[in-house]
């Protein structure tokens, strides 16, 4: 939905980018033109492990002219580990692995540099996007809505699923997370921080159509379900 010294703690966005990749896709295509309900988005995304799709992660800045392109693959090994492997511009793994009563470790591995790792136990907010992106996984409704409002909206063939947190605490870090995604398949996730350039995470079919590209404004469209 990303990890010897104390380690700085990972941004918040990247293991919510983290954590909501583990919904990632079928290819089934059932999507028919008929106005779409949160329910039946939740039916479709969920999923059981194992799974792995390819990502175009977009990070904006204002240091740089154009944001900077990330690419690997997420992974769900099994049902309570989470991966994300940046292939390119550089080498880094992220694990996410998680424990019982809302517990959970992160480790972050690059080439060459020891294992940094810290429990998600040290951020109250983390733990609380663990069990919300759990219930994600489950299309479990009601656990969902303990910690956001969820608003959709489109067709079944071309859809949005909105997150908005109910709780201060985390809604200081994530203002809200949108869901693209046509039928079954869940290709783009656009998280907004306060104060920070919108992220976009390209998914399954939506990445690997975004592989030569590099427009702004045609990342954007793929994203939003307008392209290839």
């Known amino acids: ?101 809302g517990g959970g470790d992160v480790t972050i591995a690059r080439a060459g540099k020891s294992p940094r790792r810290f429990a998600l136990a040290r951020a109250p907010e983390l733990a609380a996007l663990q069990a919300s992106f759990g219930a994600l996984l489950a299309g479990d409704r009601a656990q969902l809505e303990q910690h956001y409002r969820i608003g959709a909206a489109g067709m079944r063939e071309r859809w949005t699923l909105t997150l908005t ?23 783009c996730i656009e998280t907004q921080m306060p104060k920070q350039p919108l992220q976009r995470t390209l998914l399954a079919g939506a990445a690997r159509a975004a592989t030569e590209v590099h427009d702004a404004a045609a990342l954007a469209a793929l994203c939003h379900g307008r392209g290839a």
């Open 1 to 101: 939905m990303p990890m010897t010294l104390i380690p700085r703690r990972p941004t918040l966005r990247r293991l919510a980018a983290l954590l909501l990749a583990a919904t990632l896709p079928l290819t089934a295509a059932d999507a028919h033109a008929a106005p779409v309900a949160a329910d039946w988005i939740l039916s479709r995304i969920a999923r059981p492990a194992p799974m792995r799709t390819p990502f175009v992660e977009l990070r904006g800045s204002a240091l740089l002219k154009t944001p900077l392109r990330i690419a690997g693959e997420y992974q769900r090994p099994d049902a309570h580990t989470l991966v994300r492997d940046v292939r390119s511009p550089y080498a880094e793994t992220t694990t996410i692995a998680s424990g019982t009563g």
């Open 165 to 187: 947190p109910r709780d201060a605490a985390l809604a200081a870090k994530v203002q809200g997370i949108t869901l693209y995604g046509r039928g079954a398949e869940l290709r």
